[in-house]
């Protein structure tokens, strides 16, 4: 398998809305979604070809192995590249990662230091707790130093690490005001006026002595190619054509212009240490519990699980993509034992499922191939967190690998349910908050 990364330009406001269900407001997306890229780059490989829809799956080639094939080309989403560094913001190469829904900080002043109160992850502390049946309620320690509220709450956000330094990944956005034409003269038609929700295509990099200066908003993700030759002819299209390409909604008005450029990467391959570095961790924030308690352990507490610390290999899965999970033909948040060892193709019995921290919401879209819109989706919210534990690390460490690339649930092919084994943000914890 090859990867492929794309670097997108904004170079005109992106019109690209996720109406939810029932509603009528259509707000944005502060990303760009997988399948609005697979859609747009299958658009125009169908322009350059002149197929039509009905010849593709017995004609359709090279276009037929990328997109309805079994193991079809992954489309992940592309986030932003433009981090919040100190007071500027400015465009990193850093990679870009999605918070675990664990990640907590102070509910007075939300944030990465310096500017906010600091942010930490309460996964591995959370799971002492309750193995010591002990109440566990964290709180923002710089926000207890200034005597200000020192509650915390969930912080959602993009980021990435720049010179050591944690900072945040966002966009802005505006609302465009349009009216109606009436076709027939020529003019602002009555009673037709809107206003479409659009991401800005640029932001101030710097203003000092009243010189502003302003960059084109720039989104970073990512193609996941099972044939080499296939990876290596989808990279010369993109190359080829990469200022024709448009995305999202409006883009008969000027809306949606972007510039892709694409360059195929090695594959990541830090697995198993990110793996025994969580364990390592976990370990040690294990023994900081033994201590605090004396060594006491509950009458609950068995023999069993203070060995199983030691036998046991622990991992977790962290959803870095909205994913849609079925369970029995039924919609689910949880990824359940059974589904894990279906999605990895491993048979091991000694697979536990310790927690589970996820939400959910409703997905839909609009399918331009067809002209019909897409089946409301349940979807589990990416940054849910699944911790799970195995006496077998070596049945599970090339299958997580692979999971990583494949993602799980339904639609992947689209960028839905990318996920990341052991985000290393889970071993920041409260006394070392960033």
């Known amino acids: 398998m090859k990867r492929i990364e794309l670097t997108i330009t904004a170079l005109s406001p992106l019109a690209i ?14 990303y760009i979604p997988g399948s609005v890229l697979r859609g747009a780059i299958a658009k125009h490989i169908l322009q350059r070809t002149g197929m039509e829809l009905e010849n593709l799956a017995a004609n ?31 465009i990193v190469n850093n990679t870009i990662k999605v918070l675990p829904t664990t990640a907590v900080s102070s509910k007075a002043n939300p944030g990465f230091f310096p500017k906010g109160h600091g942010v930490f992850d309460t996964l591995i502390d959370w799971f002492c707790a309750e193995q010591f049946n002990h109440p566990y309620d964290p709180s923002s320690l710089k926000a207890l ?34 009216v109606g034409i009436n076709r027939y003269r020529a003019t602002s038609s009555d009673d037709i006026l809107y206003s479409i929700e659009v991401l800005n295509e640029a932001f101030i990099a710097a203003n000092e002595s009243r010189n502003i200066t302003w960059k084109n908003y720039v989104y970073r993700g990512y193609i996941n190619v099972p044939n080499n030759s296939l990876a290596k002819k989808l990279t010369g299209f993109i190359k080829a054509n990469s200022e024709v390409f448009r995305l999202g909604g409006s883009v008969s008005r000027g809306l949606g212009k972007v510039k892709i450029t694409a360059e195929e990467i090695p594959l990541p391959d830090n697995i198993s240490s990110r793996i025994d570095a969580f364990n390592q961790a976990l370990h ?103 911790l799970f534990s195995t006496k077998n ?40 908050a960033v």
């Open 17 to 30: 809305g996720k109406q939810k269900p029932g509603g009528s407001i259509n707000e944005v997306e502060q």
């Open 60 to 90: 359709g080639g090279d276009f037929a192995d990328l997109f309805l094939a079994e193991n079809p080309a992954i489309f992940q989403n592309a986030y932003p590249a433009v981090a919040k560094v100190g007071s500027k913001h400015q």
């Open 145 to 178: 130093e200034q005597g200000v509220d020192p509650r915390v709450e969930t912080y959602n956000s993009l980021y990435s690490k720049n010179n050591g330094q944690h900072c945040t990944h966002t966009t802005t956005s505006r609302l465009l005001t349009r």
């Open 284 to 386: 040690k924030r294990w023994q900081d519990w033994s201590d605090a308690f004396g060594n006491r352990t509950p009458n609950s507490m068995s023999d069993t699980l203070i060995e199983s610390l030691r036998d046991r290999t622990f991992f977790t899965l962290n959803l870095h993509s909205d994913a849609i999970l079925t369970d029995n033909w039924q919609r689910t948040t949880v990824i359940s034992l059974e589904m894990l060892k279906e999605f990895a193709v491993v048979e091991d019995p000694s697979l536990q499922l310790h927690t589970a921290y996820s939400s959910y919401s409703y997905s839909s879209g609009w399918n331009s191939a067809w002209g019909l819109m897409k089946d409301v989706e349940l979807v589990t919210n990416k940054g849910s967190v699944y």
């Open 393 to 432: 690390p070596q049945l599970w460490k090339n299958a997580l690998s692979k999971l990583e690339l494949r993602g799980v649930g339904d639609r992947t092919s689209e960028g839905f349910g990318q996920v990341e084994i052991c985000n290393e943000f889970h071993q920041i914890f409260r006394e070392c």
